[in-house]
């Protein structure tokens, strides 16, 4: 099943290093970077800590899908 979805906005979001603000400018350079990534229900984790599931095989199984066809989309 295909379901399409809206990754990232434009704005300030809270990440691990606090507040930040995304650019469309920068979350463009890298689009097809996300192609093939795996996609979890909240974020990963490994005793205690944050990981990728990308590049962590033991949390592996708790992706529920791939990322395909990404694209940004502009206002303009």
């Known amino acids: 099943m295909l379901v399409p979805v809206v ?38 984790t490994l005793n205690g800590r ?3 599931v990308a590049d962590c095989p033991e949390v592996f199984e708790s992706a529920v899908g791939t990322l395909f066809n990404t694209r940004i989309v502009t206002g303009k």
């Open 7 to 44: 990754m990232m906005v434009e704005g300030v979001h809270n990440g691990s290093h606090g507040p930040i603000l995304h650019l469309q400018e920068e979350l463009g350079k890298f689009v097809n970077a996300w192609n093939g990534r795996p996609v979890t229900i909240g974020h990963p």
């Open 50 to 52: 944050n990981v990728s």
